[in-house]
């Protein structure tokens, strides 16, 4: 598929509508057919309505990008600062806490683009490394984030509705 060149924007809570639709449907066509409806249900309620999205968005530890092709919003990411899990050792962290694209655009250097741009930002304010977890069932991801050169260095729990799931723990180094 040929693309437009891939535009990279810092979402604002007038964004919120529009990424919330994004959001849902990125998380649905990723893990819909591999998990429990009622937990993809509810953990879409829990995550993706335009009041949570809104809510992350004014939230100063947070910021959203958004990948836009032309007018299309093609996928997103999630930067957050909070405390990492034990196994990040290399501190400050911050989290890459979502990394989407739309189904359509898998494959075509959205995730890409969003990672440099979240990698220049955490670079920018101080940090010295980024860590994200990521399920161990998703293979397509983990070998991208290897890809992008980060390295697993522990695991952590993942609550998907009623389910726990155990998700890699993945940190790249920024320094």
Sequence with gaps: MELKEISIQVASEFDAAKLAILAENAFRSAFAHLNERDNIEKYIQQSFTEAQIKFEIRDSASIFF???????????????QGAPPECVTQLPAIELARLY????????GIGSELIKTCVNHAKKEGFSSIWLGSWKENSRANAFYS?????????????????????FVFKRSLL
């Design 101 to 108: 694209a739309q189904q359509a655009y898998v494959g075509c």
């Design 66 to 80: 958004i990948a836009r092709i032309g007018d299309i919003w093609a996928g997103y990411a999630k930067l957050h």
């Design 147 to 167: 890809k992008m050169q980060f390295d697993i260095v522990g695991t952590t729990s993942f609550v998907l509705g009623s389910e726990i799931q155990e998700d």
